[in-house]
């Protein structure tokens, strides 16, 4: 069974410490890289990674993150080379949680995508093109298959329409920290601040920072408010690098490797 995210974040509360979760795009620059990259970030003990499933219409996918994904689709990367590659992974990686589009579970048919994500190791999925108010049956077979289905919330979410798309989210609630795609930002927005201290009124669930998150220094502003950061454009940068020729990725896993622990350090409360 896939490792459950509830335990790792009650693991880390207990260690006082904020989770560190890097996002990265399965197939960019290859499924092989991939792999060498899951296997690099669990080695440096990341607390979650995150795995995008590279989808042709961006969704809040910035610039960098787009881009893989074109690469990796330039490459023929398909669901079922994801999971066969992660699955070969299997119980040596940090938990995982799959970032995909719900067009992409649609057309698999969602009890057997959420079986096969489930054979393969991960752990909870989120679905940014499914409305947070609209996933009750999903929600219902990813509980059903002993996974958690994150929830994202955007600053701008009415308070009414949070706590109807917490009645359908476990594992963590996703917190966008700013209007707009992702991509790296200079510092944290206040706005978020205060967000978070009304989400933490509002649910038990942890809370988890994405969008925009992109250097240590940003983790300090989130300490006591949030229980995690998830970092993504800043690391799938260094893919490109190598895609454009700038980066040997040997070197690019490594870079990847030293941020991680620049990022895990700055975690501590």
């Known amino acids: 069974m896939p490792k459950p995210i509830s335990e790792t974040f009650s693991r880390l509360k207990s260690a006082g410490r904020m989770a560190f979760m890097p996002f990265v795009t399965a197939g960019d620059p290859d499924m092989a890289a991939t792999q060498s990259l899951l296997a690099e970030l669990s080695a440096r003990k990341v607390d979650l990674i995150e795995v995008g499933f590279p989808y042709s219409d961006p969704i809040a996918d910035g610039p960098v993150i787009q881009a893989s994904y074109t690469r990796a689709l330039g490459k023929h990367i398909t669901t079922q080379a994801i999971f066969d590659g992660v699955a070969r992974l ?46 009750a049956e999903l929600f219902a077979l990813t509980r059903e298959a002993g996974l958690d289905l994150i929830q994202l919330v955007a600053p701008t979410t009415p308070p009414e ?78 893919l490109q690098d190598i895609a454009d020729g700038k980066l040997a990725a040997d070197q690019a896993l490594r870079d990847v490797g030293e941020f991680s622990a620049q990022m895990l350090a700055a975690a501590k409360l």
Request: charged content about 20%; proline content about 6%.
């Open 90 to 135: 299997k119980g040596s990686t940090s938990p995982l949680v799959a970032m995909v589009s719900y067009a992409i579970v649609f057309r698999s048919g969602p009890k057997d995508f959420l079986n096969r994500a489930r054979t393969a190791g991960f752990s909870g999925l989120i679905v940014p093109d499914l409305p947070g108010d609209e996933a």
């Open 161 to 238: 329409r949070v706590r109807e798309i917490l009645k359908h989210c476990s594992g963590f609630v996703y917190c966008i920290a700013v209007s707009g795609t992702t991509g790296a930002r200079d510092s944290v927005a206040p706005e978020l601040l205060q967000q978070l201290k009304w989400l933490r009124s509002e649910t038990t669930l942890p809370l988890c920072v994405g969008f925009g998150i992109s250097q240590p220094e940003h983790l300090a502003p989130l300490k006591g408010l949030a229980d995690g950061a998830i970092v993504g454009s800043a690391i799938v940068r260094k």
